[in-house]
């Protein structure tokens, strides 16, 4: 076990995420014995909680945590929850944190946590530098005795600008290396895979390239509308939400060179040089036949009346605001010259699913004329979520007289694994993080370069001339006007379908 002991200081820990994704998380680290001899959780926020209603709030009572701690004896969950400790900063965030020092100081001495801090910041992003700056008047950025981390949460800005202010903010109090951004998009295992299945096979890496592929299609569709975060959403979007950061990034694990190791440093410096090379849409004649973005209208699925995006609670009843995005783009280098990519992402789609297909070119020369292949293409398929797996699909020969070939598929689910525990995207960065890895974590350049990438698109989208926004009924694949985003012939796979 290389985690050495110490302290998680979660701020904004009275919310949402606290209890349904981190604490759920350290469950299973604890339970899988992965949590250091000595580690204590210090929840920080402006709600009046004592140690105890805190560990009642987020472990005893908690709705997230009752499948996991079914089996568990309550000697188990209690000494769990006696991890957990509570510090109310009163009303204001941005004040002197002598007294929140003086618990961290206690508390490091109590339970010898070796001095060894990380805090993490699951607060609006306004506050990140209000927080950072007053940690660091307490000297609680210094790493003379025991190492300082901080963790922040998307949204990591709304623009490129508000990116870069951010990094700077959080520079001017934090080393680059005491920060780590999370997406959890990269704590999951399928996203992982894509280095693998790239970087440690000898029949992938030789056809990933303009040579033999012909488009590359990542789909994200999500089956739940906002629900009950309109008024988040209402300001972000679909591009904000999940474009700019998730799904880049599975684009830039996608595009980037092999690193020489497998080193945080490595993989970050290539998927910097892949972001930087995603060409950038400048025109509006461009920008409109590049994107397209749609909003969910009122429908009826399976029986049940489900509203429409501007119907949402929170939502501006005039909203332009997108749940469906749809981008076209080229990388402008030597490997992926001309390929076009096609990225789309969306709330109320027909089912929930993550997916990435390259689709291979047909071969130069048709030899069998009879066959199904003729009009369609080698795929494939790398699906990251649900029924995480890789699928190939290729030409086989129908039995019989003559040449008639069909498409067949190659399959492995990570459900055929033997051991297949896969932890959770939080439980898996969380761990990282604890133990200094921010291989899976997004550097400041990183985060920049996509947003410069998407930040004329948000522009065309609020400013451009003709630009539409596309209603589509709840429960189907977007607007139909996505379509004149694909070249020739190509059709959009939808999953299922
Ligand atoms: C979050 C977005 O980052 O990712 C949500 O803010 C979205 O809007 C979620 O629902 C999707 O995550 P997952 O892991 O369920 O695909």
New binding site residues.
Partial sequence: NKTANQMLVIFGASGDLTARKLVPALFNLYKAKQLPENFVVLGVSRSNMTDGEFRRKVVQESTYLKDKVKDASSDFINTFADKFFYEDLGEDYNKVYNKLATRISDLNNKFSTGENYIFYLSTPPSLYEVIAKNLSEQGLNNETNGWKRIIVE?PFGYSLETAKKLNIGLQTYFNESQIYRID??LGKETVQNLLVTRFSNSIFEPLWNRNYIHHIEITNA?SVGVEK?GGY?DKSGALR??FQN?LLQIVSLIVMEPPIDASAQEIRNEKVKALKSLRIMRDEETLYNNTVRGQYLASVIDGKKVKGYREEEGVDPNSKTETYAAIKFFVDNWRWKDVPFYVRTAKRMPTKV?EVVIHFKSPHHQVFKNSDMNNKDNQLIIRI?PDEGILIKFGVKVPGQGFTVERANLDFYYSNLADNNVMD?YERLLLDAMQGDATLYARADEVEAAWEFVDPILDYWKNGSDVNIYGYSSGVWGPTNSDRLLEGDLKWRNPGE
Avoid: C, G, P, S
């Fill in positions: 998307k959890h998009y999500e975060r959403y939400d999940m998730h993550t979520q995207a």
